[in-house]
């Protein structure tokens, strides 16, 4: 009939986009545990409202042009509702049930064009729509199967619709041929741009999951952190209230007994409560240069704004006015270097002069701190009685000097015999600390 295949209607369906509205929720994998509704999110929505465009412009077609009511154009009406309906939800778990929904797509087209009637302009949609369809429940090689067999239907359904009158067989023929290969252009534009679609869908979501996952470690690093300063802070409280518990404490304790002993000697004994009194002088002194020593360690920044150089000087110098341990020391230091290091370099550098002067029993200390190239190495030996490595290995001290070398990716070692004093190497690479 001249009615089903009059150009004008047939051309101006094309400019709609053949965007798929379907679930945008792994369209390909095989092992979804349901299948997939359609879409809520507002670029999918839009694809949803397109392809609904393009079934209410087929519905329309088959009842304007021309209109004529009869019951085979309700089986029409009626076979394009049920194709939009049982596209609202997608089968995507099982081969052949894809297969089974792909096949009744097809078969509902082909026979109410064969029984029915149904326009060319109307199969080109609804084959469009089932291309569009096959995108989301197909792989690659899937879609093209479908891509050829709805070439092959509208094709096929087109080219074998009579001709009336015989005048027009050359002009229709021409118009024929040319529908179909701009049917076929169609369709192979419609399976790219849905395909790039879904990838660029996917790509977002896996950028989402990313960025999820990158949340949620950041997350657990920080807590881990922050348990981490919480361990090392209750560490270093807990070794500086030993500290002062066994200094501080026994300082104050042999004063106050020499106290007591110069009173009960004051009245029968003034030489002798003397003496008491000028020790007890003696262990505040001490006493004194422990807290000092405990405050120092307390700082959060001991370096207070100097270079490193300035503060190891100052503590070098104030460590032999009040130990009277002679010290040489050898420190250059061309580059500038991170912040973070310098207070490591400095709390070694304390933690081993307090070592050497409460346990050593040294006269002489050696420090030197050098820098050449990429590598820092810093050198604290003493000439006093040493110990034994492997049975000393539970001291605070030198395991938070350990702890913060590793921290910063340096290497801590000890050498020391008993009787031989000891000597303590650190070294840095400053190729990541520099950066």
């Known amino acids: 009939m001249v009615d089903k295949i009059l150009e004008p209607p047939y051309i101006r369906v094309f400019p709609h986009p053949p965007h798929s509205p379907h679930s945008p929720h792994s369209p390909h994998s095989p092992h979804s545990p349901h299948p997939p509704m359609r879409p809520t999110s507002q670029s999918f929505r839009l694809l949803l409202y397109l392809e609904w465009l393009l079934l209410v412009t087929a519905v329309i077609m088959e009842v304007f042009l021309p209109f ?17 309906l049982i596209g609202l939800r997608l089968p995507n778990q099982h081969v052949g049930t894809k297969i089974l929904y792909t096949a009744f797509e097809f078969g509902l087209i082909v026979l109410t064009a064969t029984q029915d009637g149904l326009s060319t302009r109307s199969v080109f949609l609804l084959c469009l729509v089932l291309v569009m369809r096959s995108c989301l429940i197909f792989k690659r090689k899937g879609q093209l199967i479908v891509l050829g067999l709805a070439f092959l239907c509208d094709g096929t359904l ?66 881990y952190a922050l348990r981490i300063e919480d361990q090392a802070t209750l560490q270093e409280r807990n070794r500086i209230a030993r500290e002062i518990h066994d200094g501080l404490g026994h300082t104050l304790a042999a004063q106050t007994i020499q106290i007591n002993n110069a009173l009960l000697f004051w009245q029968s004994n003034n030489d002798k409560a003397l003496t008491f009194i000028k020790q007890a002088k003696q262990l505040g002194s001490e006493a004194l240069v422990e807290i000092r020593r405990s405050v120092s360690v307390l700082r959060s920044n001991p370096l207070q704004g100097q270079s490193l150089e300035s503060a190891m000087q100052k503590l070098l110098k104030d460590f032999q006015h009040t130990t009277g341990i002679e010290l040489s020391d050898k420190i250059y230091l061309p580059l500038s270097l991170p912040t973070e290091l310098n207070t490591t370099l400095y709390r070694i550098v304390q933690e081993s002069l307090t ?63 008993p009787g031989k004093g000891c000597r303590i190497c650190v070294s840095f690479p400053l190729s990541n600390l520099l950066l």
């Not at 004529?68 to 939009?84: K, Y």
């Not at 009158?165 to 290969?181: G, I, M, N, T």
């Open 158 to 223: 087109l080219l074998s619709r009579p001709i009336i009158p015989e005048k027009l067989r050359v002009a229709v023929w021409d118009w024929r041929l040319s529908s179909v290969l701009l049917f076929s252009l169609t369709l192979v534009f419609a399976l790219l741009l849905i395909n790039a679609l879904l990838a660029e869908r996917q790509s977002r979501e896996q950028l989402q999951i990313v960025h999820q996952e990158l949340e949620i470690t950041h997350e657990q690093l920080r807590s």
């Open 68 to 84: 004529q009511l009869s019951w085979r154009l309700l089986l029409r009406v009626l076979m394009i509702v049920t194709f939009s």
């Open 355 to 417: 070592n050497i002067y409460k346990h050593a029993q040294a006269t002489n200390v050696i420090v030197d701190l050098q820098q050449e190239g990429l590598m820092l190495d810093l050198s604290i030996e003493d000439n006093g009685q040493g110990f034994d490595p492997i049975q000393n290995t539970t001291g605070f001290g030198l395991q938070g000097m350990r702890e913060r070398a590793t921290a910063l990716g340096g290497q801590f070692n000890l050498y020391s015999q």
